[in-house]
């Protein structure tokens, strides 16, 4: 069924294609995780019920045709079908497609999916080779597989947000939801190891991910503050528990990031700043002294950073490899990305459907992530999935090699499941 384009090198197939996701998930966890499969080559269909995944409806802001951002940020390469499970033939067709699906992914309330035969131990009843893939706000067990994940929530009962502000003000979250990007994040992970796992034993695997668990892994030192240390961090600003200076520092004009994580970074900012003997002063020589004294140390920089402008220090504390970068806007984030000629914007799709978006994370040597699909229509491509899972799995054409010279791919045997 695929109709993907091979962009390894010498024409050969990227790493995940042949493998065939049933998306069952919406909102972000999930379909940022199936984006970043379907870059690597992998077909990824997207189930959505009637009205459609919720991003659909999160705006503004808007694209110039009126597509959400929200949802077109997530959700490229991958071909929909509307299927309502409340209708005899769509769950036979949802069915269907999970007992065909290489990876199974879904982020529906814990046990919601049982009734309607979408379950793992459903789903693995006819395909023992699977890797079911479930995220949920708080797991599956216990008291937590009752409440519904949201990042803001588990943003608030994780401890992120006591962390995140001004010591004298309210708890703020953060500015995008960064645990939902974490569990996305880690199921990808799991999903990987899963199918590698698979290679060896030929066996399928139930991999689960909670934003919550994404939370604890995700908040690394500051978690391993209490487990491992008994502190309970609070939040401080812009400024950083163990380092100094690490943090926003006001110049003559606007405030700049100074990030000096060890003592040579602190010598080269002191000897910038013409202060060279206050990286000698004992009260200040290690990283901990520093971080211990930080109210007398900061008056004594900042006198002299109020000597200079937030550009002109960018400019020399770069120069002798002192960390240091403006707050940007998103805008001068995009702009500047492209300046170090990261091209962080991409052409997803082709002809008249091709939209911008923002590059795959990574980089390989040996092969380019593939851009082919804008996001899909609600619904656009319900009947082409529909006629494929008509077709008796004993009548699918055989896989053809690829060759090197090709533009369009060789279909595979595990995507014509």
Excluded at 319 to 346: H, W
Aim: proline fraction near 8%; charged fraction near 20%.
């Amino acid at each position: 069924m695929t109709d993907t384009a091979s962009h390894a090198a010498g024409g050969a197939p990227l790493p995940l294609e042949g493998i065939m996701i049933a998306d069952f998930s919406r909102v972000l966890a999930g379909p940022y995780a199936t984006m970043l499969l379907a870059d690597l080559g992998a077909e990824v269909i997207k189930v959505e019920g009637p009205s459609g995944d919720d991003t659909r409806t999160w705006v503004p802001p808007r694209r110039p045709d009126g597509v959400s951002t929200y949802y077109a940020a997530i959700n490229r390469n991958k071909k929909s079908i509307v299927l309502d499970f409340k209708d005899p033939d769509d769950l036979a067709a949802a069915q269907q497609l999970a007992a065909r699906a290489d990876v199974v992914i879904e982020n529906f309330k814990p046990g919601g999916l049982k009734k309607f035969g979408l379950d793992y131990d459903s789903v693995v009843q006819d395909n023992p080779s699977v890797i079911y893939s479930s995220i949920t706000g708080f797991g599956t067990q216990g008291e937590g597989a009752k409440y519904p994940g949201y990042d803001l929530i588990v943003q608030a009962m994780s401890g992120l947000m006591s962390l995140t502000g001004s010591p004298d003000g309210p708890p703020f979250r953060a500015g995008i939801s960064v645990f939902d990007v974490m569990a996305g994040l880690h199921s990808t992970i799991g999903i990987l190891a899963a199918l590698r796992q698979r290679d060896h034993t030929g066996e399928g695997a139930h991999v689960e991910a909670s934003l919550m668990a994404s939370a604890m892994s995700g908040l690394v030192n500051q978690t391993h503050a209490y487990v491992g240390g008994g502190t309970t961090p609070m939040r401080m600003g812009n400024a950083h528990p163990s380092l100094y200076p690490y943090e926003a520092m006001p110049t003559a004009d606007d405030d700049v990031i100074i990030a000096a994580g060890n003592n040579t970074q602190f010598s080269r900012l002191c000897t910038v700043l013409g202060i060279p003997e206050i990286a000698e002063d004992e009260r200040f020589a290690d990283v901990g002294d520093r971080t211990d004294r930080r109210d007398e140390l900061r008056p004594i920089l900042e006198a002299e950073l109020a000597k200079h402008t937030a550009q002109e220090l960018f400019e020399k504390l770069n120069e002798v490899g002192v960390p240091c970068g403006p707050i940007n806007t998103i805008k001068q984030g995009v702009e500047y990305a492209e300046a170090l000629g990261l091209e962080p914007v991409v052409q997803v799709g082709t002809g008249a459907t091709s939209v911008p978006g923002v590059r795959h994370p990574l980089t390989f040597s040996t092969m380019t992530p593939r851009y082919d699909l804008a996001p899909p229509t609600l619904g656009q491509h319900t009947e082409e999935i529909r006629a494929w899972l008509q077709q008796p799995v004993s009548q699918l054409p055989e896989p053809q090699p690829t060759e090197p010279a090709q533009t369009e791919p060789a279909q595979t045997e595990r995507t014509q499941r």
